[in-house]
């Protein structure tokens, strides 16, 4: 099992949508693929369950698993684009508080996901230094962090290295981090690759409107786009 955080300390870089391409991309190469949302703003929910009722996804969800209130399998959804869910609600952001008097629910959880059978598990996680951030980062063997061009990423990169660093030491394991130019031109990935404070990866993700479509309709990207193919790129990269 590989478990691929994607995180930032900045919001506005595509996190969720790199989620959830990532996830189906290693989908398609018929693997067993979980999908995380550790985000409260449950977007990455609302893409893969948007079907589902929400009366169902507030019955079973990762909040009920932080808390020790229910089975993480009996938490997960099955979707019809072969990625399974273990989604959020609003709820969540109730987590800081319930759970500041018990730490060891950042050890609990990681052995619950990794008692799973999965081939690839990936989380999304919010826009900022928080339980939820440091419980996923505890869970992950490498985390993926979109960069875009915009004079705050160098600092967001920097709190979430920061970040990885302490969850390395808390956890005893050794995460890797990588920077992903994301919704980017040529020219400004080129840039981006170039910044020596981090490690770069190999692929990168075009600015481009089918994106955003995907995520507001909730459909997936057609099979054999740029876009499609980026992903696909990624999936390899980290497979």
């Given at each position: 099992m590989?478990?691929?955080?994607?995180?930032?300390?900045?919001?506005?870089?595509?996190?969720?949508?790199?989620?959830?391409?990532?996830?189906?991309?290693?989908?398609?190469?018929?693997?067993?693929?979980?999908?995380?949302?550790?985000?409260?703003?449950?977007?990455?929910?609302?893409?893969?369950?948007?079907?589902?009722?929400?009366?169902?996804?507030?019955?079973?969800?990762?909040?009920?698993?932080?808390?020790?209130?229910?089975?993480?399998?009996?938490?997960?959804?099955?979707?019809?684009?072969?990625?399974?869910?273990?989604?959020?609600t609003?709820?969540?952001?109730?987590?800081?508080?319930?759970?500041?008097?018990?730490?060891?629910?950042?050890?609990?959880?990681p052995?619950?996901?990794?008692?799973?059978?999965?081939?690839?598990?990936?989380?999304?996680?919010p826009?900022?230094?928080?339980?939820?951030?440091?419980a996923?980062?505890?869970?992950?063997?490498?985390?993926?962090?979109?960069?875009?061009?915009?004079?705050?990423?160098?600092q967001?990169?920097?709190?979430?290295?920061?970040?990885?660093?302490?969850?390395?030491?808390?956890?005893?394991?050794?995460?890797?981090?990588?920077?992903?130019?994301?919704?980017?031109?040529?020219s400004?990935?080129?840039?981006?690759?170039?910044?020596?404070?981090?490690?770069?990866?190999?692929?990168?993700?075009?600015?481009?409107?089918?994106?955003k479509?995907?995520?507001?309709?909730?459909?997936?990207?057609?099979?054999?786009?740029?876009?499609?193919?980026?992903?696909?790129?990624?999936?390899?990269?980290?497979?």
């Open positions: 590989k478990i691929i955080s994607i995180s930032s300390a900045k919001g506005g870089v595509s996190k969720t949508s790199v989620s959830i391409n990532l996830a189906q991309a290693y989908a398609n190469r018929n693997k067993k693929v979980l999908c995380i949302d550790f985000d409260h703003n449950n977007n990455c929910t609302d893409f893969f369950l948007r079907d589902t009722a929400v009366e169902a996804i507030e019955e079973r969800n990762l909040y009920h698993v932080l808390t020790n209130r229910k089975r993480i399998e009996d938490c997960i959804f099955h979707t019809y684009l072969s990625v399974d869910v273990l989604p959020a609003p709820i969540l952001s109730r987590i800081e508080v319930e759970l500041a008097r018990d730490p060891g629910a950042l050890l609990r959880f052995t619950l996901v990794r008692s799973l059978d999965y081939d690839y598990v990936v989380i999304d996680t826009p900022s230094i928080s339980f939820a951030l440091t996923a980062l505890y869970t992950c063997d490498v985390v993926i962090s979109p960069v875009s061009w915009s004079r705050w990423t160098i967001g990169y920097s709190l979430l290295k920061e970040e990885c660093d302490r969850a390395s030491q808390g956890s005893g394991t050794n995460i890797q981090l990588f920077a992903l130019p994301s919704m980017v031109t040529d400004e990935c080129e840039k981006l690759k170039a910044v020596d404070i981090w490690k770069s990866t190999f692929s990168y993700i075009s600015r481009n409107l089918s994106i479509n995907s995520g507001t309709s909730g459909s997936p990207l057609k099979s054999g786009s740029i876009s499609w193919k980026q992903f696909e790129v990624l999936a390899e990269e980290f497979q």
